[in-house]
């Protein structure tokens, strides 16, 4: 989401200074690994989807991609599955080309896109209550909800078709292409790096990254209201802290216009780590590396990010993104005064 040159349009990156302070030396790159950051990205052609199994009769219907199985209950429209499977088939693609170790797809068989009637059916199988997407890292599957996503009821007063929410299916795909690290990375981080690669996707498959500032802005500003004048977060060191189990809870017994905070933050966090400057992205690199390597997970997060320094960091964002159009307020952490 940078220009040609790996760096912000804006001559001066405020997020670099503080972000440079604890970060380690620069390291060659890994062979093979893209060494700028794109500009953008486009599918050479429209991905293919085949009909696998006839469904009915109690068997789902499967379709499979190059790298996905889709299976439904129900079956899809030729229009559905088409922009599904082009969209679906970028992600790993884009990964790919971001000069970060991002991409650990599942290994074996394509990899399971598991598709629900409803919530009901959603949340038996074992999906998050009020969500319409969620990763089972435990199946290595994505799990939808054709209701709110490949078949959305009608927006109230419109002659328009349903619109499939393909944020939603980008963000599920970045987790299920992340696979292998996903259980030992920090959730603040897979969450935010999902929302990422979300906000930059324009629309089937074609992802932008030269206007980052303005895309990262708009994202969140479409996802939550103004509190006044401005958008109310939780903090970074409580997002920090939270992990799988107290994410998952604190999604799930939000209301339904808070429960999208805790992303924005972590979207913050993630855009800071990956435009903060060339010395914070080699450590993010350097700590993607060390979790591959299965090195204690907290250990990293504090390296790249000290305890110390997250409140300064706070502070940072908040300087950084007011003349940017994005007024923030982070909430304290709740057991602070």
Same mark, same amino acid.
């Given at each position: 989401?940078?220009?040609? +040159? ?16 604890? &970060?380690? =030396?620069?390291? &060659? ?5 893209? +060494? ?8 050479? /052609? ?13 068997? %789902? $219907? #499967? ?16 229009? %559905?599955? #088409? ?26 068989? /394509? ?5 629900? @009637? ?17 990763? #089972? ?6 799990? =939808?909800?054709? *209701?709110? $996503? =490949?078949? @959305?009821?009608?927006?109230?007063? #419109?002659?328009?078709?349903?619109? &499939? !929410? ?9 987790? =299920? ?35 980052? %500032? ?14 006044? *004048? ?28 808070? +429960? ?22 080699? &450590?993010?690199?350097? $700590? ?45 952490? @709740? !057991?602070?005064?």
């Amino acid at each position: 989401m940078t220009p040609p +040159s790996s760096k912000p349009r804006f001559p001066v990156n405020p997020l670099a200074i503080i972000l440079c302070l604890c &970060a380690p =030396l620069l390291h &060659a790159q890994e062979p093979g690994t893209p +060494s700028k950051w794109p500009t953008s990205f486009k599918p050479r /052609r429209p991905a293919t989807i085949r009909l696998i199994q006839q469904g009915g009769n109690g068997q %789902n $219907f #499967s379709y499979h991609t190059q790298h996905f199985e889709l299976r439904s209950p129900t079956a899809l429209s030729q229009h %559905n599955i #088409s922009h599904f499977a082009t969209t679906a088939e970028s992600v790993p693609s884009v990964l790919a080309r971001l000069p970060l170790p991002l991409l650990g797809m599942p290994q074996g068989e /394509r990899s399971k896109v598991l598709i629900y @009637p409803d919530e009901a059916s959603f949340v038996q199988a074992g999906g998050a209550s009020g969500a319409a997407g969620y990763y #089972s890292g435990r199946q290595q599957a994505i799990m =939808l909800r054709a *209701d709110t $996503f =490949l078949i @959305p009821p009608p927006r109230a007063g #419109s002659k328009l078709p349903p619109k &499939a !929410d393909y944020d939603l299916l980008v963000h599920e795909f970045t987790h =299920l292409c992340m696979h292998r690290d996903l259980a030992y990375l920090p959730v603040w981080f897979t969450e935010g790096t999902a929302e990422y690669i979300a906000a930059t996707h324009a629309n089937k498959g074609v992802y932008q990254f030269s206007n980052i %500032n303005s895309i990262i802005r708009r994202h969140i500003q479409r996802n939550l209201p103004l509190d006044q *004048d401005h958008i109310t977060l939780p903090g970074i060191a409580e997002t920090i802290a939270l992990n799988h189990k107290t994410w998952r809870t604190r999604i799930e017994h939000a209301p339904a216009e808070d +429960s999208y905070r805790s992303y924005a933050t972590s979207l913050l966090i993630v855009h800071t780590l990956f435009h903060g400057g060339p010395k914070r992205r080699e &450590a993010t690199r350097l $700590f993607l590396n060390n979790i591959r390597k299965r090195q204690p997970p907290t250990q990293q997060t504090q390296i790249l990010i000290p305890t110390a320094d997250r409140e300064k960091l706070q502070n940072m964002i908040i300087s950084y993104w007011k003349p940017r159009g994005l007024r923030i307020k982070f909430l304290p952490a @709740p !057991d602070t005064p």
